[in-house]
T-cell receptor, first 114, second 110 residues
């Protein structure tokens, strides 16, 4: 299994509070991604990173920010959580951009915003 | 609009009963199509990549095929351990980003 760890695995928070999810990899892969998964929808890309301090927006980036200060860590922050951000969040990694269809995923972080 | 549609949403089969899952897509410029398996409470796990119409890939009881408008995941003589949600995604040649289908939940009853 790819060495990808997400934390926390489960979190319940209240509307308006900040939340940070962490993704840690031991594979030294260059590309890291944050997706959200909601019932009835396909996975949707929030943000991705192509190197330390190099990040870009995905299709559903509003309300989210990311940071990558080390190759192995990619943080997703919800500055002020809303109920619409209740979801399961997955981190994924890939070796290079040309192979971004072949992703390795973490086990997910389930976030509930009350 | 770029879109990926999977059907059916759910499929219940008896053990040993073969069937197919469908992934139809409308994208401008396909670079590749990918199949994943997702078990409950887990992240998706990569299965296959298909790049061109007519291409086929096999793994145990699974075979994936690709045409210009859709892909099929054929499951031959399935076992209960094949129960999972199967996801497909397409990659555009313009920006490499993936467009995902909502998945087909497959249940194999013993």
């Amino acid at each position: 299994d790819a060495g990808i760890t997400q934390s926390p695995r489960h979190k319940v928070t209240e509307t308006g509070t900040p939340v940070t999810l962490r993704c840690h990899q031991t594979e030294n892969h260059r590309y890291m991604y944050w997706y959200r998964q909601d019932p009835g929808h396909g996975l949707r890309l929030i943000h991705y990173s192509y190197g330390v301090k190099d990040t870009d927006k995905g299709e559903v980036s509003d309300g989210y920010s990311v940071s990558r200060s080390k190759t192995e860590d990619f943080l997703l922050t919800l500055e002020s959580a809303t109920s619409s951000q209740t979801s399961v969040y997955f981190c994924a990694i890939s070796w290079d951009n040309a192979n971004t269809g072949e992703l390795f995923f973490g086990e997910g972080s389930r976030l509930t915003v009350l | 609009e770029d879109q990926v549609t999977q059907s059916p949403e759910a499929l219940r089969l008896q053990e040993g009963e073969s069937s197919s899952l469908n992934c139809s897509y409308t994208v401008s410029g396909l670079r590749g199509l990918f199949w994943y398996r997702q078990d409950p409470g887990k992240g998706p796990e990569f299965l296959f990549t298909l790049y061109s119409a007519g291409e086929e890939k096999e793994k145990e009881r699974l075979k994936a095929t690709l045409t210009k408008k859709e892909s099929f995941l054929h499951i031959t003589a399935p076992k209960p351990e094949d129960s999972a949600t199967y996801l497909c995604a397409v990659q555009k040649d313009s920006n490499y980003q993936l467009i995902w289908g909502a998945g087909t939940k497959l249940i194999i009853k013993p």
